[in-house]
């Protein structure tokens, strides 16, 4: 929670600069850019450098941009609001004049308080004299301006006249260890001329003093002990006991910088305390003076909205990607929301019974395009198509029909994707004649013509038959139909010419006009078997001209979906009506249903009627162009077949959206909860368990026989989990060595959530007290730690509920608070030594 920030050079050159620190680096070598400012402005005199900035810092949030040439008189900056950081970078072509304007523009800009940072060569007029010159000529405060050394001028903007504020130059100091004490820093900071008095206990301190805490490094730390006095001293500054208290935390008490900074602390105690001037908290390193600021941390906050938003899309190489990856429609509704999507982020192992095939080509049905548009409700909207062709690559256990290498057709939810798993029932080989983008096109059509006309229409020799939409995949598919509908002429010219089928047999499928001409041509007896996809009254059309005893099969959604109604008159010629949806059969297939899998073998013989000189007319679009094949579709215009296709050996590169993070725990270890099953330690254990950990163990220091712990345990009987009730104190290291040795499997990871509460005012705080909050927390984690170290444990986390008291310092907490802030203290420790850990600061739960 705690980030020191460089007071230097943030933004301005990406670390790049001689004293610019660089952005920080997270432990997997990512970045983490932490943007501490309200606005960013940059200005630029020529539209080269401008441009040249514009594109170093694309990605900057916040940031506004002016052409402007501040040497010039009287430019003045656009900016509502003044700032507080101004770096005017010089180059040596300015003279003095210009210089001085310049400044004169930035000083008309900056806060109260505000800080100038002039970066300009060392020579020349950039000297640290002359600048200080020039600042003092406008109005600028002598004293704090000072060099860096390289040139750089670090300058304050300040109202007050520092001369005029008079010091108390008397100091106390005490010391809280043996010896002699830190005698040369106490010898310079009596050259900078102060008076000390020196105590070795706290028998000299007076009420309502001003106090400044020194102590050594916490900002990288190496003794995490000392950080549990941050925690303790916010919460006495938030009680408002009328003390000023400062830390200072010093890289070492004997550095060459230590008493300058102790100094400039000192003079800063002395002061009022202003709006400007309320930091308390300060660190040196180097020389540098650093002040802790929250900062929000923009990766973490994308994570936490990851489940709900998605991972940002990737550009990625369909062809090499091992991982599933599947189309789904985000948002029903647009063609627009279409988007390829990682499934999980690992390869998932074959399962038995089940075939991993590589997809190359896959049909696009109506049907894709209905659950994408929201036509077909309750729908999976993360896994479209439902046919493709690909080559067997891995088979499961049970599965001796395949082996890698074979070509196989598949019917199965999810087949625009690059690879996926299906029952090996759903696979059929492609005959050796047959291209991989007719045999992706085949299974729908076939098994709903075959499936339509003869096991729900009950079609036999001799009979009549009307398909409509004849020009569709579904039509092409029932080779041997008789009357048929076309939207188009076009489209009635190609059936003519295709299946050599008189005009007076093609009718247009865009007005009922067939329902007359059919019956005419019938003597009035009507159609025995009709496959209709036609909706509203061409349905009722159709449904008007069923012969006697014969059967209309639906394959349409619309009407069904739309709870439309159908009159009852056919039914006194003792007609059918049968919907067809291959939807719920294909789940009875999954589980190994009969029927539809019989069909499916037999389209499969039917699929060399495809290639024998009557292959059907097909579109081809390359998987990244899925968009522009639907929206084809939904113009009806099309004719056959639509494919996406890509080529084994072209890459096809798609944005991709990562699978969502995942926790993973491994089936041989054992996830420790210091802290009971009680509260939040017993919310844990039932999402690891969720989460799919199969090992925990618990650890309570008073037993799991009350209500709460009861309550989560009996939710675990249902979730599959394995868990170790134990007791013990975290506290004593004896307990946690047994403990360590009682779990079943060896614990891989730990959450330490042990808290002992003692909440009262600092002054009223006994010491037993103070022992009694923190012991749980400081050395509870220093025997967790330890005995994971000495038990050589590989742990993937070391998590420690730890609480925004320490950052705050609620009032009547400073125990608490001082015990949390060990513990955020430690997390980096940890870090320090290279071992995972992780402090989160919870807030009231
Ligand atoms: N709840 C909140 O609002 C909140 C806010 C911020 C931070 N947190 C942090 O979240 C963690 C869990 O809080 P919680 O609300 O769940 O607390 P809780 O319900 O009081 O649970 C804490 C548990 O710690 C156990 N414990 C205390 N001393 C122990 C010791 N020496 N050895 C072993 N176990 C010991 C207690 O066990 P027995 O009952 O058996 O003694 C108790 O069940 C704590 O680390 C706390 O600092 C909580």
């Excluded at 301005?12 to 402005?41: D, E, L």
């Excluded at 002990?225 to 009680?239: D, Y």
Aim: charged share 20%.
């Amino acid at each position: 929670m705690k980030s020191m920030d460089d007071m230097r050079c943030r933004k301005c050159c990406q670390g790049t600069s001689p004293g610019c620190k660089p952005p920080a680096v997270s432990p997997n070598n990512k970045r983490i850019v932490r943007n501490g400012y309200v606005r960013y402005h940059c200005i630029s005199k020529g539209v080269a450098a401008m441009s040249q900035m514009q594109e170093v810092h694309s990605g900057t949030q916040r940031t506004t941009w002016e052409l402007l040439d501040v040497t010039q008189a009287p430019d003045s900056i656009s900016s509502p609001d003044k700032f507080d950081l101004v770096i005017p970078k010089f180059t040596d072509s300015e003279n003095a004049d210009q210089a001085r304007v310049a400044l004169s523009n930035v000083l008309a800009v900056l806060s109260e308080h505000g800080k100038l940072v002039i970066l300009r060569s060392q020579d020349g007029v950039g000297t640290l004299e002359y600048t200080r010159r020039i600042l003092k000529d406008l109005g600028f405060s002598q004293d704090l301006s000072r060099s860096l050394g390289d040139g750089t001028v670090v300058a304050e903007l300040s109202g007050e006249d520092s001369k005029d504020i008079q010091l108390d130059n008397k100091i106390t100091c005490f010391r809280f260890t043996d010896g002699e004490g830190p005698v040369p820093l106490l010898d310079s900071l009596k050259d900078k001329g102060w008076v000390i008095e020196s105590h070795s206990k706290a028998e000299g301190l007076t009420p309502k003093s001003n106090v400044l805490v020194i102590d050594e490094l916490q900002m990288d730390v190496t003794d995490p002990e000392q950080a549990a006095a941050p925690g303790l001293l916010r919460t006495v500054r938030s009680e408002e006991l009328g003390i000023r208290l400062m830390t200072l935390d010093v890289q070492q008490y004997t550095g060459h910088q230590t008493a300058q900074a102790i100094d400039q602390c000192l003079r800063l105690l002395s002061k009022p305390e202003t709006a400007a001037r309320k930091d308390s908290e300060f660190a040196e390193r180097g020389g540098v003076i650093y002040t802790p600021r929250l900062l929000a941390d923009q990766g973490l906050n994308e994570a936490k909205f990851e489940p709900v938003r998605g991972r940002e899309p990737q550009e990625e190489d369909l062809r090499t990607k091992k991982t599933p990856v599947c189309l789904g429609v985000e948002r029903v509704d647009t063609i627009e929301s279409l988007q390829y999507a990682e499934l999980s982020s690992s390869p998932p192992p074959v399962q038995e019974g089940y075939i991993e095939v590589e997809i190359f080509t896959a049909g696009v049905n109506f049907k894709d395009l209905a659950i994408t548009l929201g036509i077909v409700a309750n729908a999976d909207t993360s896994a479209l198509g439902c046919e493709a062709a690909d080559i067997v690559t891995q088979v499961g256990r049970g599965v001796d029909k395949f082996i890698p290498g074979h070509r196989v057709a598949v019917m199965f939810p999810g087949s625009f994707a690059n690879r996926i798993q299906v029952p090996w029932q759903v696979a059929h080989a492609i005959p050796d004649a047959l291209g991989f983008n007719e045999a992706a096109t085949l299974p729908v059509a076939y098994l709903t013509a075959l499936h339509g006309l003869f096991d729900l229409g009950n079609l036999r020799r001799g009979q009549r038959v009307l398909i409509h939409s004849a020009t569709g995949g579904v039509g092409n598919a029932a080779a041997q139909l008789y009357f048929r509908t076309a939207g188009t002429d076009e489209k009635r010219q190609f059936l003519q010419n295709r299946y050599s089928i008189p005009a007076d047999h093609i009718f247009s499928s865009r007005t009922t006009d067939f329902e007359h001409k059919i019956m005419q041509l019938t003597n009035g007896l009507g159609v025995d078997v009709i496959l209709n996809s036609l909706t509203g009254d061409l349905l009722e059309a159709s449904w008007n001209i069923v012969a006697n005893g014969g059967t209309m099969v639906e394959i349409g959604k619309k009407d069904i979906m739309e709870r439309n109604r159908l009159s009852m008159e056919s039914f006194s010629r003792c007609a059918s009506f049968r919907a067809l949806d291959l939807s719920p059969d294909l789940a009875n297939l999954h589980g190994q249903g009969p029927a539809l899998g019989q069909t499916l073998s037999r389209s499969s013989h039917s699929w060399k009627l495809g290639t024998s000189g009557q292959s059907f007319p097909m579109q081809n679009f390359a998987f990244e162009a899925v968009a522009d094949a639907f929206v084809l579709m939904r113009t009806a215009k099309h004719m056959g077949n639509l494919v996406l296709s890509r080529n084994p050996d072209v890459p096809a590169h798609i944005p991709i959206r990562p699978a969502p993070k995942a926790v993973r725990f491994r089936p041989d270890a054992t996830y420790l909860l210091v802290g009971g099953l009680k509260g939040i330690c017993g919310s844990l254990a039932i999402d690891f368990a969720k989460n799919g950990a199969e090992q925990l163990a618990a650890v309570s220091h008073s037993g799991y026989d009350d209500e709460q712990s009861q309550g989560v345990l009996r939710q675990f009987r249902h979730l599959g989990c394995h868990i170790d009730l134990l007791l013990g104190d975290v506290t004593k290291l004896e307990h946690m060595w047994k403990i360590f040795n009682e779990t079943s499997v060896p614990i891989g990871g730990t959450v330490q959530g042990a808290m002992v509460l003692r909440d009262r005012p600092f002054a009223k705080t006994t010491v037993e007290e103070y022992y009694e909050a923190t012991a749980c927390k400081i050395q509870g984690t220093w025997n967790l730690h330890n005995v994971a170290l000495e038990n050589k444990l590989q742990l993937d986390f070391f998590t420690v509920l730890s609480s925004i008291s320490s950052v705050i310092g609620n009032p009547a907490q400073g125990n608490y608070a001082s015990g949390c802030s060990f513990q955020d203290a430690f997390a980096s420790y940890r870090h320090g030594l290279g071992l995972p850990a992780c402090a989160v600061n919870l807030c009231i739960i």
